[in-house]
């Protein structure tokens, strides 16, 4: 069956689907995104995913596409004409189409959405989840505001480029001796204390709505939270070391540069956190 995606107000075949060249998502990287898990009709922080959504383009004075009922509207049609169950949804927001100048167009033009589904297969996260994944470390070279997700992400495809070939799943990016965050992710301590420790919020970092999520089932199960930078050293030397995203989910971390953490296979804390936090939504 063909993919079906949502642009600019219609359905139509992905591999068809076509923006305009001056669109400035294109030429300047002028806009944002999101992305949400959906699994069994569930949609995972969806009110989360949206309300960042309004608030990166509130940061970046582009107007809003559509209320947050139709966009709840499209993103459930999406899934459905796909014919899909569990799926990640993108969604991203351009300023327009206006012939290239580097100031917002004097015109008022039109936003551009774009939206897709693909499939996502929940037991193959399982799966890695059960084995934990490597990530590397990799300098944080990108922008002051990186707590806004636009679609800027040269600096994090260049780190996510070099996990790779390192056979790794996820590049923690390091500012200082501090990890910030991963490319695609919050980065995720917890000390032979047994302190949960993830980097606070601040321009620094994304704000991960699977980060918040992962808060507060913490504090529901009574653990220990501390949100401040920690170093590369100390991530290394922690008992367990895990990731979130929408992706993710909460992802077990055996390995950081080739050294294993704790005793190199996921925690105790870690799976603790996953099953709490697959909990809030699925039905299993
Ligand atoms: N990435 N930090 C960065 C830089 C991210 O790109 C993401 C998400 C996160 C985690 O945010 P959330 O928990 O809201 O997914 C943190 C998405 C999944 C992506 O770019 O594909």
């Not at 919050?186 to 980097?199: F, K, P, Q, S």
């Amino acid at each position: 069956m063909p993919r079906i995606a949502y642009v600019n107000g219609r359905y139509t075949s992905a591999a068809e689907a076509c923006v305009h060249i001056e669109d400035r998502g294109y030429q300047f990287g002028d806009g944002v995104y999101e992305v949400c898990l959906v699994v069994d009709g569930a949609y995972w922080d969806e009110e989360g995913h949206l309300a960042r959504l309004d608030r990166s383009l509130k940061a970046l004075s582009i107007a809003r596409p559509m209320s947050e009922r139709a966009l709840k509207t499209v993103m459930a049609a999406l899934v459905r004409k796909n014919r899909l169950k569990t799926a990640l949804v993108y969604i991203q927001v351009t300023r327009g189409v206006a012939s290239r100048n580097h100031p917002f167009p004097e015109k008022k033009v039109a936003p551009s959405l774009v939206m897709t589904a693909r499939a996502f297969n929940l037991e193959k996260s399982e799966q890695q989840a059960a084995a934990g994944v490597d990530v590397i470390t990799a300098p944080d070279i990108r922008w002051g505001r990186v707590d806004i997700k636009t679609i800027n992400l040269l600096p994090n495809v260049l780190a996510k480029q070099e996990a790779q070939k390192a056979g790794a799943a996820e590049a923690w990016l390091v500012k200082g001796d501090t990890v910030t965050e991963g490319a695609s992710s919050n980065a995720w301590i917890v000390t032979r204390d047994g302190e949960l420790v993830t980097h606070p919020l601040s321009n620094e970092i994304l704000g991960g709505i699977t980060r918040q999520a992962v808060i507060e089932c913490a504090e529901a199960l009574q653990m220990r939270i501390v949100e401040r930078a920690f170093t590369t050293e100390e991530a290394v030397n922690a008992a367990e070391a895990f990731l979130t995203s929408a992706t993710g989910l909460v992802m077990p971390v055996v390995r950081i540069d080739g050294k294993p953490i704790g005793e190199g296979k996921p925690g105790p804390v870690s799976r603790r956190l996953r099953n709490a936090y697959i909990d809030r939504w699925a039905v299993r």
